[in-house]
């Protein structure tokens, strides 16, 4: 959108003010002023000019404005804070007929269902609840075209992370198994209010037209939580609560002597196949 076609709406801080959009520890809220910002996290997000662009807790609304500002056809958000609502409704009116408000928890809605395609998600997300989100959208990656979210840094490291290191972990196996993971940027603390403990990282993830490897998630949830639940030991003992561990490690190719985070994603989902009896 050019900018003389722009709508001119308050500053932000002005905004929450009227709103009384004091951050609320309970939801997770770090809230984001800086519209440069928030403008780069849209355009890295891609064309947003078809489909559906779903943004979960928008909050006093930067990202929100910035994804329209930057020509998305359709934003659906999705918010539970009456008072951002109220903002939310706001900017609505000066996007007619662009954003739609959904009163709702994010954990209760199925995004795979709201809009049309292509859908999108785009998010600086609760950090209390981002990984429950997250998991829940994997199990139907398929719907979406992409996910460009903002997490801890130290999530996004465990997202992107490979084996054999220290990040390598569950989170990082069920993710690459539906998804690429692409890394984007950091930001600083300094550039929210409140100021959150930690270094945050923007992330785009690219679901893969089929999974990695074939296995069913349920069964590489329950493997991989057994196998980095005691990441120290060696698989044999580790997954003793599924079974024949040797058994079937040996169905899945896998030394049993080798500890979890020496096994790839393929190799975990060989091993979620054995469990399955496939």
Known sequence: MDEAATPRLPPLRQVIAAHGLTARKSLGQ???FDLNLTGRIARVAGDLGQGTTIEVGPGPGGLTRALLDAGARQVIAIERDDRAIAIQ??????????????????????LASLGDAPRRIVSNLPYNISTVLLIGWLRRAEAFESLTLMFQKEVVDRLAAVPRSGDYGRLSVITQWRCEVRPQFNV?????????????????????????????????ERVTAAAFGQRRKMLRSSLKSLGDADALLAAAGIDPSQRAEEVSVEGFCALARAVDGI
Not at 191 to 219: G, H
């Open 30 to 32: 770090h809230f984001l």
């Open 89 to 110: 409704q706001e900017i609505a009116a000066a996007y007619p007929g662009r954003l739609s408000v959904l009163a709702a928890d994010a954990m209760a809605v199925d």
């Open 188 to 220: 600083a603390r300094e550039a929210f209010t409140p100021p959150p403990k930690v270094l945050s990282t923007v992330v785009r993830l690219i679901p893969r037209p089929q999974p990695l490897a074939p296995a069913r998630m349920e069964t590489l």
